[in-house]
C-alpha cells in the first residue's frame, strides 16, 4: 500500500467520528492489551512501594526520579481496570439470557483464579518462606483460614504465621485484593439493578441519572467520604464503572473522535483544582480507555491471541514482589520490578490457559445447572409450605380456627 495512503487512513481512523456501536466488532478490540497495560502499572507501583531502599513512593532511575504522590499511576491504573469492566460487565448483563447466567459468568470469572492463588499462597508459599516450623506453620489456625475467608473476599487483610515479618510492608501478604471487593460490589448492584427491570429501554437513562445523583450526594452532599473509607472507594471505583457501563448502554450515540478526547482532557486539566475535579477526571479517563480500546488498530490488535493475563498478573504480583524483597532485602525498586515481572507473568498465564479459561468455558454448562438447581429448590420449597397445610383447610379458617 502506498505510504502516503496509509498514513491518511490512519488519520481518517483516529479522527473519524465513528459511534462504539460502530466499533465494537466482537472481540477484536484492545481491551486485553489495556487490562494488560493497566497491571503492569500496578506491578511497578508496588515494585516501587515495596522495595527494600529508597522512597516507597518514588521512583528513582539514575539520575531521574518520578514522584507517585503527585502522579499516582497505580491507581489510576486500577481505575482503568473498573473503566474496562464497567463497559464489558454492562454488555454481558444487558446481552445474558438472564440474571442467573450473569451470575454464573461473573463467580467464574472472579473466583476460580482467585481461590487458586490463596491455596498455592497458603499452602506451598507460606510454608517455604515462613520463618516458623512447618509444625508451628500447619498448627496455627491461621495457615487454614486464610484461603477461605481471602479466596472469598470476607477478608483482605488475613496474615499467614511468619511470612513477611522483615519486609517494609510487614505480615501483608496480598494487599491489592481490597479492591476486588468493591468489584464484587460492583457486580452485584449491576445484577441486582437488572433483576428489578431497571436496566430496560428508557429506565436504564433514570437508572443511570439515580446512580449519579447518588455519587453526587455522597461527594458533595455529606461527609461520608471522609468519615468512611468504604464509602470513599465505593464512590471513586462505582463512578469509574458506571461511566464505563453508560459508554457502552449508550453505544450508538456516544461518538469516537480524538478531539474529543483532547477536549475531555483540557476540561479534567483545567479544573484539576477544583471541586469537580474527580468526575472530570474520570469522564476523560472513561472515554479516553474506550477511545483507545476501539479505535487504534493493525498489528496491536493480535494481543488478543494470547489471553487475558492481566487479571493474574494482578493478583500474583504483591506476594511474589514481597517474596523478592524477603529473599533480598536490599533490592531497589527497578531491580524487583525487572525480576518479579517475566516471574508473575510467566505463572500469571499458566492461571489463564490452566484456572481461568477453562472455567469461562464451562459458563454455559454451569448455568444450566444453577438454573435446574433454582428450580428444584423452588419445587422443594413449594412442596414444604405445601405440606404445612391441613388438608382440606382453607389457609385464612386455619388462622381463625
Request: proline share 5%; hydrophobic share 50%.
Amino acid at each position: 500500500m502506498d505510504p502516503i495512503r496509509s498514513q491518511s487512513a490512519r488519520e481518517n481512523r483516529l479522527l473519524s467520528s465513528a459511534t462504539v456501536a460502530e466499533r465494537m466488532s466482537g472481540r477484536d478490540n484492545n481491551f486485553n492489551l489495556i487490562r494488560f497495560l493497566a497491571a503492569t502499572v500496578v506491578m511497578l507501583d508496588h515494585a516501587v512501594a515495596l522495595a527494600g531502599t529508597g522512597d516507597p513512593r518514588v521512583l528513582t532511575l539514575g539520575p531521574f526520579s518520578f514522584d507517585l504522590h503527585a502522579v499516582p499511576l497505580g491507581r489510576i491504573a486500577v481505575d482503568v481496570f473498573f473503566v474496562v469492566s464497567g463497559f464489558l460487565v454492562t454488555r454481558s448483563v444487558l446481552t445474558r439470557p438472564t440474571v442467573l447466567d450473569f451470575t454464573v459468568a461473573r463467580v467464574l470469572r472472579l473466583f476460580p483464579a482467585l481461590l487458586a492463588v490463596c491455596l498455592l499462597t497458603a499452602f506451598v508459599l507460606g510454608p517455604l518462606i515462613s520463618d516458623r516450623s512447618l509444625s508451628e506453620y500447619f498448627g496455627d489456625l491461621k495457615t487454614w483460614l486464610y484461603a477461605p475467608l481471602t479466596g472469598l473476599l470476607v477478608s483482605h487483610s488475613e496474615t499467614l504465621p511468619g511470612v513477611f515479618g522483615t519486609v517494609r510492608e510487614e505480615g501483608v501478604v496480598n494487599s491489592p485484593l481490597w479492591t476486588l471487593r468493591y468489584e464484587a460490589v460492583c457486580y452485584a448492584i449491576l445484577g441486582g439493578l437488572a433483576l428489578v427491570g431497571a436496566l430496560l429501554d428508557r429506565r436504564i437513562v433514570y437508572t443511570l441519572a439515580a446512580l449519579l445523583a447518588a455519587y453526587l450526594l455522597v461527594t458533595f452532599g455529606t461527609d461520608l467520604r471522609g468519615q468512611m473509607a468504604a464509602i470513599d472507594s465505593l464512590a471513586r471505583f462505582g463512578l469509574s464503572f458506571f461511566l464505563g457501563g453508560a459508554i457502552y448502554v449508550f453505544a450508538d450515540r456516544i461518538r469516537l473522535n480524538l478531539l474529543w478526547l483532547v477536549g475531555l482532557a483540557v476540561v479534567a486539566a483545567a479544573t484539576s483544582q477544583t471541586s469537580i475535579a474527580e468526575f472530570t477526571f474520570r469522564l476523560a479517563l472513561a472515554y479516553g480507555v474506550v477511545w483507545v480500546a476501539l479505535v487504534p488498530g493493525g498489528p496491536i490488535r493480535s494481543f488478543n491471541r494470547l489471553g487475558d493475563y492481566s487479571y493474574g498478573l494482578y493478583i500474583l504480583c504483591w506476594p511474589i514482589q514481597q517474596t523478592i524483597v524477603t529473599l533480598m532485602p536490599g533490592i531497589a525498586a527497578p531491580a524487583l520490578f525487572v525480576l518479579s515481572f517475566p516471574v508473575t507473568l510467566g505463572i500469571a498465564a499458566l492461571s489463564w490457559h490452566l484456572v481461568e479459561h477453562p472455567a469461562l468455558e464451562r459458563k454455559e454448562a454451569t448455568s444450566r445447572r444453577a438454573a435446574s438447581l433454582a428450580t428444584s429448590v423452588r419445587g422443594r420449597l413449594d412442596g414444604w409450605r405445601g405440606g404445612r397445610r391441613k388438608p382440606g383447610l382453607d389457609p385464612q379458617e386455619s388462622k381463625g380456627s
